[in-house]
């Protein structure tokens, strides 16, 4: 199983990005996806989820409105828009798969990628 994520980079505050998760070695329709993030010092938080239909969405209170989940299972990828960043969304931000209900929950992710990591500049 590999997640792959990339698109991440050096951008102003106020800037966007685009990330994107490519899966292999699992049915991906089959799976919930989610994003996490963890900056230095501190724990892997949630940042957005997408159901395996793409039909449901969440997102972290704290950057609900900036962001934008999305998933093409004939591509086995999700994607994940940023907008409107700031400084303090700068982390390491990563992929993961479920089958559990809770997609907010870290404990239920049974794959991870290996990181992209979004740095936003004042």
């Known amino acids: 199983v590999q997640l792959q994520a990339y698109g991440g980079g050096l951008v102003q505050a106020g800037g966007s990005l685009r990330l994107s998760c490519a899966a292999s070695g699992i049915t991906f329709s089959s799976y919930h996806m989610g994003w996490f993030r963890q900056a230095p010092g501190k724990e892997r938080e949630f940042v957005a989820a997408?159901?395996?239909?793409?039909?449901?969405?969440y997102y972290a209170d704290s950057m609900k409105g900036r962001l934008a989940i999305s998933r093409a299972n004939n591509k086995n990828t999700v994607y994940l828009q940023m907008n409107s960043l700031k400084p303090e969304d700068t982390a390491v931000y990563y992929c993961g798969a479920t089958r559990g209900l809770s997609m907010r929950d870290l404990e239920g992710y049974l794959f991870w990628g290996q990181g992209t990591q979004v740095t936003v500049s004042s």
């Open positions: 997408i159901s395996r239909n793409g039909v449901t969405t």
